[in-house]
Nanobody, 115 residues
Framework: QVQLVESGGGWVQPGGSLGLSCAAS????????MGWYRQAPGTQRELVAV???????NYADSVKGRFTISRDNAKNTVYLQMNSLKPEDTAVYYC?????????WGQGTHVTVST
């Protein structure tokens, strides 16, 4: 398994931007499918964005055009750049690594979008 540590959460006003990072260790990062999920209070965890080893990406409809996922295999890090943030983006954001159906999760980082 791979160990994941997220950073970069915080508070931002609506319309603002935040960038999240997820540093991985313990395995061969480049072969993992990496994703960002989020969970708001009282809701189920949902997929935000995913990036495959060769760089193909998918996004939830709610964040398309606003969020960008990227990875730097040399730094064992995956990023989530979040622009034009909305109050409904408020959640705990989790980094995920998946290989052969096995998931590893980070501890989560809080993102709050409010005035």
């Amino acid at each position: 398994q791979v160990q994941l540590v997220e950073s970069g959460g915080g508070w931002v006003q609506p319309g603002g931007s935040l960038g999240l990072s997820c540093a991985a260790s313990g395995s061969i990062f480049s072969i993992y499918v990496m994703g960002w999920y989020r969970q708001a209070p009282g809701t189920q965890r949902e997929l935000v964005a995913v990036i495959y080893p060769v760089g193909h990406t998918n996004y939830a409809d709610s964040v398309k055009g606003r969020f960008t996922i990227s990875r730097d295999n040399a730094k064992n890090t995956v990023y989530l750049q979040m622009n034009s943030l909305k109050p409904e983006d408020t959640a705990v954001y989790y980094c995920n690594a998946r290989l052969n159906g096995v998931d590893s999760w980070g501890q989560g980082t809080h993102v709050t979008v409010s005035t």
